[in-house]
Structures are given as C-alpha cells and as structure tokens.
C-alpha cells in the first residue's frame, strides 16, 4: 500500500487508541460499540502497526461496505407503493426448453429473498393430477403438490415480508377447484385472502408478514362450485392487454384486469418498450394503486434477462427474472434488493407513488440530489480463489475494473478504471464521481475484468444500492456470475457523500 497516501495517512494520523477510535465513529461511521470491539481485536501487546490496521480494512466482517441489514423503509403503505423481488418460471433448472423442472430453483429463490414465485400448472392426463412444467416444450415436470410444500417450508427463511404466489393457469375447472384445495391445505393460516370479490387498494407487506398470496386470473367457466372455490384463494387478480389495447388496459379499474377495485397487469418485455416510450405517464398513474407485472419476452429461450430499469423507472413492482442466469442484469437486480435489509421489498420514489409526470416533463431540470465519490484503490485475492489456467497461462493478468451507475436514464454511466499489466495484486489508486439526480434507484456496480486478445476473461463483480454505502474506505468482497461471494477475493475502496 505505499502508494496510498490517503490510506498511509489516516494510518499515520493514529498517534494514541483515542485517535483510532475517533477515525472508526468520525470516519467510517462505526458505532461507539463497534468501534471498542473493533480496537479490541486489532490492536495487539505491541499497538497498532500497519499490518493490523491494513488487515482491518480488508476485513469484510469488521468493515462492510453497506449498512447492517436492517428494514428501513415504511412497510404500511400498500402493496402497489413497492417494487419486489420476482422470479419468473421459478420452477425451472436451465433453459426455457430443455432444462428440468424442481423445487430446488424454487427453494433457492426464496432462499436469496425473492417473493414471488411463478408456477405454470398443467393437467397431466396420466394420473388426473397437477404438474408444473414450460407449456409447449420439453422441460421435464414437477408436482405441484412438491412446489406448494417446498413453498411452505422455506418462504420465509429470508424475509417475514409475503410470498406471491403467482399461477399461470392452464387447467379446467374441476382440476383448478382441487388446485384451490390443495392451496388451502397446504398453507392453512398463512394463506391470506379477502373477504370480499374485491379492494379499493391492496394490503399492506406489514400487515402480510408471513403471509402467502395468490396472483392469478380470475376464472368464470365450469359449476358455481368449481369457479367459486379456485377464485376465491385468489388475492390479486391478474390479465394481460388484449392485442392493440396497451393504453386502454393501463386505464385504472379496466375489465381486462378485474370489474372493479385494484389489480395486476402482466406485460411483457416487448410491450414494456412500448409503454415506456409511448405510455410512461399512464403506467406510472395505474401503478400507483395497481400492480405492473413485467416478463421476460418468449425469445429468450437461453433464460437471459433484460435491463429492469425501464420497468422500475415507469412504476412497475414486479419485474420477474429468470433466476438461474448470470448476466449483468441479474447482478443488478441481485444488488438492487440489497436495499431495506434484503426484505425482498423495496419502497418507491415517492414521485413515482404521487407526481407521475415528474421525471416525464422534459421542461423540468431537476436538482442532482447527491454525489458519489468511488476510489478505487487496489485489489486482492484472485490467485486463492481462481484456478491457474482462468487467466492467461503464460503471465499475471491485467485487471482493470468497470464501475458505473445503473438506475433512471439521468444517472446512468460507466468508467473503466487503467489497465494494471501483469499482476496479481493490481493498485489503481483512481476515483470516479457520480452527480445523481435519482439517487433512490441507482446501483453501483463493479465487473473486474482481465484485459486479452479477442475477449476479456471475467475477474468477479458486485452491485449495490447507493443508499446503502457506508461512506469511508471500505472492504469490497466480489462475487462470482451466480451471484455467490468468492473467499478471498476483494477490492479496497472508499465512498464519499456530498
């Protein structure tokens, strides 16, 4: 670290125990308590030397670049006034072909925060009973009855906050009627459902902890008794835009959704582009009080995602992902609900919930609210953690590192730090600034990349929500393409607010 300065510096400005103490609660923002436990274990018989206080900062545990996780947000407004964590074809192992169909991506879901769980539910004609499998392909079949259990037991392992349960419905009415028993046996007390056909706005996720909620269509073919016992279990009542009819459909209280009261529009990505560009003051109108469900369009058949900002951007809670990929968007969206303790729900803007023209007039100019400064200074670990032949055989790689800001339109930029040729160890000792005008929605993402002829080999990345950071110099841990942390792999880094 001989070329840090201002690392060496905060070092040298430690003359006695109170110096340190004063540096971990003025400038790292480290609690009074914090702070003795932290003096506690590093300094040694001897004192504080360089290494004990370098081994502090790299210290992920001691030295976290993000709040504790804690819910932060007002959790009483309705469920319409917050984004959440969406899976789509949850059930699926791989691609949206081939692939096989289990519990296992669905108990993994749950597991990394995400509420709402999508099942396909077909008919299987051998035994008169309910499969969950991709209509129109060959992806292997799951029971439902194996879905609603694993759903049961592991809901809430992450977050008290509700789980959606989000029905693609293709069966008849006699076996969507045993679909509804199963439902109802299967979660008991935690299903929740109205008492009456319909809401002039939805409940609140305060008041659905540890709750379960069905999204589906509402069905009136078959008996009284068959239509009236599936409808019932059912929360929020979905439907798609009838062809051509995207503005009419994002009229609120419209017939494609429901007759009266509140309810889900499912979009898909092709049509989010269209309403984006077309329709962002009706979006952001209809889903101040309904939801806008938005999924991923029939061609990505390799289960890739797309940017969930335009979505986000134009009010809608539920953009749902494949998440068994590993693109950039899906460390986005892995970053994003970071946010309000990893409860799987985040609050909006509050423009989006009351001025829905506000980030639309392009008369307007808005105030850059805060800026974030990014020093980056070094990083470490890849030769623990990365297999020798990863990188370039005959040399040390030449790590450089994307850092930028996803979120509104606004705010969005990528810098690439300089290319530090053939080390293990690389030192950058460069900073980045980031005015943002819409700080609520902007992620900070760094991708560590190995420079090389023809591609660049992937080096580990993390996202995290701006208003999450803790300011000061801070211990970056990266992860892998799946989103899973590596051991050693780190960079040093420091955040500054103004």
């Known amino acids: 670290m001989d070329s840090l300065s201002d690392v060496n510096e905060s070092f040298s400005a430690l003359g006695a125990i109170d110096d340190l103490h004063s540096f971990l609660v003025d400038q790292q923002g480290h609690t009074e308590e914090e702070a ?5 274990r590093i300094i040694s018989p001897n004192g504080l030397s360089l290494e004990h206080f370098q081994n502090y900062l790299f210290d992920v545990e001691l030295n976290p670049p993000i709040r504790p996780s804690e819910v932060r947000d007002d959790m009483h407004a309705p469920l319409s006034h917050y984004y959440v964590f969406t899976g789509h074809n949850s059930y699926l192992t791989g691609n949206q072909l081939t692939s096989n169909s289990g519990v296992d991506p669905i108990i993994k879901a749950l597991q990394r925060g995400v509420r709402v769980i999508e099942l396909d539910i077909w008919a299987n004609s051998s035994d008169d009973d309910i499969d969950v499998y991709h209509g129109s392909t060959i992806t292997s079949h799951v029971k439902l009855k194996d879905c609603l259990e694993a759903i049961k037991e592991h809901a809430f392992s992450v977050s008290p906050y509700p789980v959606v349960l989000n029905l693609e419905n293709h069966l008849t009415p006699d076996l969507q009627a045993k679909t509804a028993q199963m439902i109802e046996e299967t979660f ?16 609140s996720p305060q008041s659905l902890m540890n709750r ?20 019932q279990v059912i929360t929020i009542k979905d439907g798609k835009p009838k062809d051509g009819l995207l503005k009419e459909a994002l009229i609120d209280k419209n017939p494609d959704i429901c007759d009266e009261g509140v309810g889900q529009l499912n979009i898909s990505e092709s049509l989010l582009e269209e309403a984006s560009e077309l329709y962002a003051p009706d979006m952001v109108r209809f889903s101040q009080k309904n939801i806008i469900r938005v999924y991923p369009k029939g061609l990505r058949i390799g289960s890739s995602n797309y940017d969930p900002f335009p979505g986000w951007v134009n009010g809608a809670q539920m953009v749902a992902f ?67 032949n990863h990188f370039d055989s005959f040399s040390p790689p030449d790590f450089y590192i994307e850092v930028g800001i996803a979120g509104a339109p606004s705010d969005e930029i990528i810098f690439n730090t300089k290319h530090v040729r053939n080390s293990w160890n690389p030192i950058w000792d460069e900073e980045f600034s980031f005015p943002l005008i819409v700080p609520e929605l902007a992620i900070l993402s760094f991708i560590v990349l190995d420079s090389g002829v023809g591609r660049d080999d992937f080096g580990g990345q993390i996202c995290f929500p701006v208003l999450e950071l803790k300011p000061g110099i801070r211990a970056v841990q990266l992860s892998d393409r799946q989103g899973n942390k590596y051991k050693s792999v780190k960079i040093l880094t420091k955040f500054e607010f103004s």
């Open 36 to 40: 003795r436990e932290i003096i506690e």
């Open 188 to 203: 008991g007390e935690s299903l929740f459902y109205p008492n009456c056909n319909s809401m002039d706005e939805f409940p």
């Open 212 to 231: 379960i909620i069905v999204s589906a269509e509402h069905r009136e073919e078959g008996t009284e008794e068959e239509s009236g016992k599936y409808n």
């Open 322 to 388: 494949n998440m068994q990929g590993d693109s950039k968007f899906l460390w986005l969206m892995h970053g994003f609900f970071l946010a309000n303790g990893g409860s799987g729900y985040v609050k909006k803007p509050d423009y989006l919930v009351s001025d829905p023209l506000y980030h639309l007039q392009e008369n307007i100019i808005r105030p850059i609210k805060m800026t974030l400064k990014v020093k980056i200074y070094l990083g470490d670990g890849w030769k623990d953690d990365f297999k020798k």
